[in-house]
């Protein structure tokens, strides 16, 4: 692979602020107030949603019932309404948004009524538990789902309005006129829609089937195929091909992905002929599933059926969906039949003017290998063995290789205080576990794999696994998160921020995205991506993130090690 | 026709992610209905793909 790194511009000097050329959107403290409330909402939502169970609901009367009935539709419309009435208003209506923008910009979030929104989500969340927990009279229980619902109505008004005041959420309501109807009508045809869509998942599982089967005979003799049940395989391996991998899911997403792309940059597009991508990437999707299925069957019928039901068959779509994501971006974005950036001279020089792929690439080529690797497991989940984990240091590795002259011009000095944040993390990260796991988890799954294993296959995986934590991954992740995402979050130019620069939006969103990729680890990952963000900001060198991250990997390194923790790793 | 489809995109939008799209995500995440599946793959996928259009987009940009 050639060398095609090229020096960043970005300076190890701290900057002025005043002196940032920084490239803001005129709506954007709008669309910084809206963000916020919307991570704040989504945070609420989907750890009260992993709290509570929807199935205790089940077949009890009143207010409680109608929850169970309309829960899930209710919160759609709710999560769809501001969704689809932001977009338009975005897109249509950006004068009105660019002046309630500069009256925000005299208005600060009103901490007092946040404060009150976070007492309404404490009362609201004891009333949750009361309440999924059952018991009681009806009229308690209807008392109780009363005040649920009037609770929590309370507190999303109360985020609302000390995020954004009162007058200007009127302001936004006039100044987009009939929108809040057309969103209402969309948000409902939506959901109306969604439920007959479902429909489709059996004549689709069955096409599906037949797809499957003339993929699989190629390769087997004596398929069993069972149209009536959807079973397909051979003696040794069958699946059932339920509703939801009729393939109709890949289709959705790479529906709205391919959308999405074409609204976002329609001024980039020629139309109609960019529409064409739309069909092709759903047959081409659609077709995938049936080969992923029909692989899955050969794996099992090889004898690795651990590998088939636990690795390939979780991971096998999403590579699918991937792979056509990626090509779908390639091809619109690059074939001249497609795209109207060619003409204006905006692609000349595209390989020297990439200054985001030394940032990404190295933490999207972690991923990828992730998931392929993850294909070949024989278990999932946490503490699950990855056999093939060596495959992403090397895609690391290789990447950080083939970008290094990018990162010259970075400031990889460090002091003292990095290694102190680094044990910080450390003590948090297990910390937090043992506090969700108060009687420690000895992971014997992991370590009996490692032992069929010969002494040198175990000391080379682990090698590898140790110098992944304590190398490639810091490096990969402090360039895309602290790097790359945190400065792209205050400017579309994330290369003229200074490392130095502070925002808030920008140190939270990042870390939370941070903190979202460690699975179930996402408050300590959250906690550990603010406390690298504050190393680099504090004197504005990446070096000291990546001290502090390798610190707190290669600590936790040695206590998997030593006590066998493994579903840390 | 160009202005057919600039018109309509934006309503193609809206009602596929909400149709289809927002359960599809959904699963991908951490509310998941299918236990069989790891929430965690899903969010790698969408990081991914985020990643993956940053990088692509990111060229020619200065």
Known sequence: MSDIGFPLTESAQPQSQSSLPLVRLSSSNFVRRILLLALLFVSEVIILSIWLDGASLV???????????????????VVGFPVIFLTFAYLRNKSALESISDQIEQTPIRWSLFAAH??????????????YRGGGSDSWANLLAASWFAVGISAIVLAGLAFLSWAIWVQLIRSTGHLWAY????????????????RLWQPASYLTFHLTKMFLSPFVSGIIADPARLVIGTQRFRVEIAP???????????????????????????????????????????????????????????????????????????IAFSAVGVGFCLVINCVPWFTTRQQSGELLDTATHNHTAP???????ILASGMIAGAANASKGPGSFEWLYPLRFFAAASMLWVFRRSYANLSWRCDWLAPAIGAIVFVIWVGLDRFSNPIPIVDLKVSAELMAFSTVGRVTWISFRVLAAVATVPLAEELAFRGFVMRRLISSDFQSVSFRHFSWFALLASSA????????????????GILFGLAVIRRGRIGDAVVAHATANALLAAYVLTYHQWHLW | MRKLAKATLPILAAMTLFVIGTPAVLRAGPITVAPEMDPSTGIAAVALMAGAVLVIRGRGRK
């Open chain 1, 59 to 77: 077949q009890r009367a009143g207010l409680i019932g109608i929850m169970h009935d309309w829960g899930a539709w209710i919160l759609r419309c």
């Open chain 1, 118 to 131: 976070c007492s309404a989500m404490g009362i609201f969340v004891g009333l949750s538990f009361v309440l």
């Open chain 1, 183 to 198: 969103s209402s009508v969309a948000v409902v045809s939506a959901c109306v829609g969604g439920n007959v869509v479902r």
């Open chain 1, 244 to 318: 939801q991998c009729s393939g109709l899911e890949g289709v959705g997403l790479i529906l709205a992905f391919g959308i999405l792309w074409l609204l976002v940059f329609r001024k980039e597009c020629h139309f109609p002929r960019s529409l064409v991508l739309l069909p092709f990437g759903v047959t081409l999707l659609f077709a995938l599933n049936s080969i992923r299925l029909a692989a899955l069957i050969l794996i099992g019928n090889a004898g690795a059926k651990q590998i088939a039901v636990n690795g390939f068959h979780s991971q096998a779509g999403w």
């Open chain 1, 359 to 365: 940032f990404l690439l190295p933490f999207l080529l």
């Open chain 1, 513 to 528: 995205a941070f903190g979202f990729l460690h699975r179930g680890y996402w408050i300590a990952g959250s906690i550990a």
